[in-house]
Nanobody, 124 residues
């Protein structure tokens, strides 16, 4: 079992930056790829970014490429999402997810563990 807790969400002006963090714990947390997804009101949950177990491979949704950066801490049990040049379209609840595989994926159904989410609000 893996437990995930997100933090770092909040209110930011358009063009600003936020850094989300996700702390993972659990006896089975090893060789686990991580991802960030988001869900805006009335919309389905969508892929944002993913990183493999070692941190050497990352994937991004086209909508965030060049603006967002996913990374892992040295201890591998923390994942970050640095969000720059935020737009109103980025406003959503952001979820951290863990996949029981070392390989990163952008497919929501391949992630077995989810955090409770953290709200990101972008004001124009």
């Amino acid at each position: 079992q893996v437990q995930l807790v997100e933090s770092g969400g909040g209110l930011v002006q358009a063009g600003g930056s936020l850094r989300l963090s996700c702390g993972a714990s659990g006896r089975t947390f090893s060789n686990t790829a991580m991802g960030w997804f988001r869900q805006a009101p009335g919309k389905e949950r969508e892929f944002v970014a993913a990183i493999n177990w070692s941190g050497g491979t990352t994937y991004y949704a086209d909508s965030v490429k060049g603006r967002f950066t996913i990374s892992r801490g040295n201890a591998k049990n923390t994942v970050y999402l640095q969000m720059n040049s935020l737009k109103s379209d980025d406003a959503a609840v952001y979820y951290c997810a863990a996949r029981p595989s070392p390989v990163a994926s952008g497919t929501l159904s391949e992630y077995s563990y989810w955090g409770q989410g953290t709200q990101v609000t972008v004001s124009s």
